[in-house]
């Protein structure tokens, strides 16, 4: 039997406003992407990418089009699965710009947290914690505040964040925008070995054309419109090529 994909959208879809100010902020966005597999998105400011992000991540929803992780079918046009927040919570992490970490919670606690609100017990929770930490590089800096740690620490504990709920699927939105290039291609390889080494699917919005030899597939968006790259390192996966 054939392992369900981490992610399908079909047809993604959103309009804002009607009639004289209707904008298409994306049209037609399909995506495929398996287990363990890190995609790009690039493409101009204003091209839908975080548009497309936000259906993705069940936040805002399309117009029309599907979304389906890990072969559930969870938002069909305007229409979603019920509980849509526990699934977003359960099967979902979140990565930003910014490391949106809690101030006054040490780099332990702001991982902890994740795993009690998927129903962790404190003792397990905390456990999983600090073995992300130690796994990403960051254990001894786990009791140290967000304003002890530096750009870089910050966001690999905002990766061991992402991963506390063990999900199918990480969205990164420009998560290297604030670093420097020697720290931003770190944190890219960060999240290939996180997708191939956790069987996570990751996919990272970026403007920095210099680290894509870490992706496996990448895509372009632009106007709203969304396609595999051509001549990109590595190219697209064939099996993502076909059907689109």
């Known amino acids: 039997?054939?392992?369900?994909?981490?992610?399908e959208t079909s047809g993604l879809t959103r309009?804002?406003?009607?009639?004289?100010?209707?904008?298409?902020?994306?049209?037609?966005?399909?995506?495929?992407?398996?287990?363990?597999?890190?995609?790009?998105?690039?493409?101009?400011?204003?091209?839908?990418k975080s548009t497309f992000l936000l259906c993705?991540?069940?936040?805002?929803?399309?117009?029309?089009?599907?979304?389906?992780?890990?072969?559930?079918?969870?938002?069909?046009?305007?229409?979603?699965?019920?509980?849509?927040?526990?699934?977003?919570?359960?099967n979902i992490g979140f990565v930003f710009q910014k490391s949106n970490l809690i101030p006054f919670l040490s780099a332990v606690e702001n991982v902890q947290v994740v795993?009690?609100?998927v129903g962790k017990p404190p003792s397990a929770a905390r456990r999983r914690a600090m073995e992300l930490l130690g796994e990403l590089?960051?254990?001894?800096?786990?009791?140290?505040?967000?304003?002890?740690?530096?750009?870089?620490e910050q966001q690999r504990v905002t990766v061991a964040r992402a991963l506390a709920n063990q999900p199918s699927l990480i969205l990164a939105d420009e998560p290297t925008a604030a670093l420097d290039s020697v720290r931003g291609r770190q944190v890219m390889q960060l999240?290939?070995?996180?997708?191939?080494e956790h069987g996570t699917a990751v996919i990272v919005v970026t403007h920095d054309h210099r680290a894509l030899d870490v992706f496996d597939t990448v895509y372009e968006m632009e106007d709203g419109a969304l396609r595999l790259a051509t001549g990109a390192a590595g190219g697209p996966a064939p099996a993502l090529a076909s059907g689109r």
């Open 115 to 117: 795993g009690e609100l």
């Open 137 to 152: 590089g960051v254990g001894p800096r786990a009791l140290n505040m967000p304003t002890q740690l530096s750009g870089g």
């Open 15 to 48: 309009v804002y406003g009607k009639g004289h100010t209707e904008v298409v902020a994306m049209r037609d966005a399909s995506m495929r992407v398996r287990r363990g597999e890190i995609v790009a998105l690039l493409g101009p400011s204003g091209a839908g």
């Open 56 to 90: 993705v991540g069940l936040i805002n929803p399309p117009t029309r089009g599907s979304v389906t992780i890990g072969g559930r079918l969870v938002q069909d046009g305007p229409r979603s699965l019920g509980d849509l927040r526990r699934f977003r919570r359960e």
């Open 1 to 7: 039997m054939t392992e369900p994909l981490a992610l």
């Open 191 to 196: 999240f290939r070995d996180v997708a191939h």
